[in-house]
């Protein structure tokens, strides 16, 4: 678990990376920055397009950005949207997000009230469908 200065560190990051969404057919700028076990920091921002399917969710800009660093593991993530309290990730996010986890990973929002709240993405994501299931296949 995160502690309260870990919290708004990360949180105020993806505050930073939402102004930079793209998002002007939804109007709901996002920004996720996720917090990896060597201690760095990666944000991304929700990317829409006018052909709506094809737009990206900000977690899985910032999951691009850590992945294309060589990094795979997210000890936390935090995620804001300007207009949700608190801004959830979707289901496809909660699985994109489960494949890079240990059974430590958080999950970072805001919530009513405006402070941070932290989720185990175990308790997001339960039962989760993973990379275990197809090494038993293979
Ligand atoms: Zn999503």
């Known amino acids: 678990m995160f502690d309260a200065m870990q919290m708004e560190v990360l949180f105020d990051a993806a505050r930073d ?5 793209y998002a002007p057919y ?6 996720a920055a996720i917090l990896t076990s060597s201690g760095t920091i990666y944000s991304g921002c929700n990317v829409e397009n006018a052909a709506y399917p094809v737009g990206t969710c900000a977690e899985a800009g910032a999951i691009a950005a850590m992945v294309a660093q060589g990094e795979q593991q997210i000890a936390g993530i935090a995620i804001y949207g300007a207009r949700a309290n608190p801004c959830m990730p979707c289901g ?4 994109r997000i489960s494949e890079f986890s240990n059974p430590t990973t958080v999950v970072i929002t805001q919530g009513h009230d405006g402070s941070l709240q932290q989720h185990p993405i175990a308790e997001l994501l339960p039962h989760a469908f993973g ?3 197809l090494a038993s296949t293979l």
């Not at 990376?17 to 969404?21: I, Y």
């Open 92 to 95: 496809a996010c909660r699985q």
């Open 131 to 133: 990379p275990r299931q």
């Open 17 to 21: 990376a939402s102004h930079r969404a």
């Open 26 to 31: 939804s109007a709901f700028p996002v920004g």
